[in-house]
């Protein structure tokens, strides 16, 4: 594995089914990374943000098991990439307290999450209130140049940044500034409402839905009645296809919102199909996962022990 590369790091939670708002936001930059070589990939499963929604063990355990498979059913090569999971490198949470020391709660109170969960009325842990602390140290352990995400982790990076400019004030030059990678037209995908579409919101095109899954899914895509172009529909087709595509089938079906429905349930069929066969060939291997995170654990270690010794002594704790 080649380490004079830049870094890049980038992962996903596993709260539940991956949708294509994960893909097209996050896991299809990945992928082009990967096939690029430009940078070192580390492609991390973030189970320790997780607790702050899943609370069971044996869900915890298959939803982490489930995100390596749709990992790699997505086109991720572990081959290629360090592919590892948040909770087999300690010093993720070593990091994270260092960072606690030297964070304000106002600044922490400024969090789009936290003020959300805030004006929702909601019980808000700790552990959702240092959210962004956690992610600055997945961010800062590994010296990581690019993090490819979608908007809705613009802010968190920021606070990576931030971190890691305040840390090498106080304790001298260790960090490298993380910049975030955003590609303006997929940065919120919308959900079958309309809303970004969110695991939390309940309106998600699972990655690897049946046929009959995404018959019923297009069909309660919310639609008005003005206009030609049902937009929410449109929305979604554009991910798949070209404006200049799409312009013929919807000139073709204009004001038919059901021929234009059943047109996407079309193409994001041929679009799953391949990354669903290959999610269930996978699933009837259970060895490969844990091989997987075993070999991307030990590589993650390596990089992240051999940093937070750095940090250890720029403290003065080593
Ligand atoms: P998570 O698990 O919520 O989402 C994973 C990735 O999918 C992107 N995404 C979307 N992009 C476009 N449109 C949407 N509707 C959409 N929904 C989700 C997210 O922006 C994200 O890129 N905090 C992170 C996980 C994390 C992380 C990290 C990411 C933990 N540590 C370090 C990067 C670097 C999260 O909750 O993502």
Same mark, same amino acid.
Request: proline fraction near 5%; include cysteine; charged fraction near 25%.
């Given at each position: 594995?080649?380490?004079?590369?830049?870094?890049?790091?980038?992962?996903?939670?596993?709260?539940?089914?991956?949708?294509?708002?994960?893909?097209?936001?996050?896991?299809?930059?990945?992928?082009?990374?990967?096939?690029?070589?430009?940078?070192?990939?580390?492609?991390?499963?973030?189970?320790?943000?997780?607790?702050?929604?899943?609370?069971?063990?044996?869900?915890?355990?298959?939803?982490?098991?489930?995100?390596?498979?749709?990992?790699?059913?997505?086109?991720?090569?572990?081959?290629?990439?360090?592919?590892?999971?948040?909770?087999?490198?300690?010093?993720?949470?070593?990091?994270?307290w260092i960072f606690d020391t030297i964070?304000?709660?106002?600044?922490?109170?400024?969090?789009?999450?936290?003020?959300? +969960?805030?004006?929702?009325?909601?019980?808000?842990?700790?552990?959702? =209130?240092?959210? $962004? %602390?956690?992610?600055?140290?997945?961010? *800062?352990?590994?010296?990581?140049?690019?993090?490819?995400?979608?908007?809705?982790?613009?802010?968190?990076?920021?606070y990576a940044r931030d971190t890691a400019?305040?840390?090498?004030?106080?304790?001298?030059?260790?960090?490298?500034?993380?910049?975030?990678?955003?590609?303006?037209?997929?940065?919120?995908?919308?959900?079958?409402?309309?809303?970004?579409?969110?695991?939390?919101?309940?309106?998600?095109?699972?990655?690897?839905?049946?046929?009959?899954?995404?018959?019923?899914?297009?069909?309660?895509?919310?639609?008005?009645?003005?206009?030609?172009?049902?937009?929410?529909?449109?929305?979604?087709?554009?991910?798949?296809?070209?404006?200049?595509?799409?312009?013929?089938?919807?000139?073709?079906?204009?004001?038919?919102?059901? +021929?234009?429905?059943?047109?996407?349930?079309?193409?994001?069929?041929? =679009?799953?199909? $391949? %990354?669903?066969?290959?999610?269930?060939? *996978?699933?009837?291997?259970?060895?490969?996962?844990?091989?997987?995170?075993?070999?991307?654990?030990?590589?993650?270690?390596?990089r992240a022990n051999a940093k937070i010794?750095?940090?250890?002594?720029?403290?003065?704790?080593?």
């Open positions: 594995m080649e380490t004079d590369k830049p870094i890049l790091l980038s992962g996903i939670k596993p709260t539940g089914a991956a949708h294509i708002g994960n893909y097209f936001g996050a896991i299809k930059q990945w992928k082009e990374f990967q096939t690029i070589g430009s940078h070192q990939c580390y492609f991390m499963i973030a189970d320790y943000h997780a607790l702050n929604f899943v609370q069971s063990a044996g869900d915890m355990r298959d939803l982490t098991h489930d995100l390596v498979l749709t990992y790699l059913a997505a086109g991720i090569n572990p081959e290629k990439v360090v592919l590892f999971k948040q909770s087999d490198v300690p010093a993720h949470t070593e990091l994270a964070t304000t709660m106002p600044y922490l109170e400024r969090a789009h999450a936290y003020k959300d +969960a805030e004006a929702k009325g909601k019980e808000v842990s700790v552990g959702t =209130f240092n959210y $962004p %602390m956690l992610m600055a140290a997945d961010i *800062l352990l590994y010296n990581t140049a690019k993090v490819p995400v979608g908007h809705d982790q613009k802010q968190h990076i920021e400019e305040k840390f090498n004030r106080i304790y001298g030059d260790t960090f490298t500034l993380p910049e975030e990678f955003i590609v303006p037209d997929v940065a919120t995908v919308p959900g079958v409402d309309g809303r970004k579409m969110s695991k939390s919101y309940n309106n998600t095109i699972p990655l690897f839905s049946t046929r009959h899954e995404i018959e019923e899914l297009v069909m309660s895509i919310v639609t008005d009645s003005s206009g030609d172009r049902p937009e929410n529909v449109y929305a979604i087709h554009r991910l798949l296809k070209t404006e200049r595509e799409l312009d013929a089938v919807y000139d073709e079906h204009q004001g038919r919102y059901k +021929a234009l429905k059943e047109a996407l349930v079309e193409d994001l069929d041929a =679009f799953i199909k $391949p %990354m669903r066969e290959k999610y269930h060939e *996978l699933a009837s291997d259970p060895r490969t996962v844990a091989d997987i995170l075993e070999k991307g654990g030990q590589l993650a270690r390596e010794e750095e940090v250890r002594r720029a403290v003065g704790v080593s």
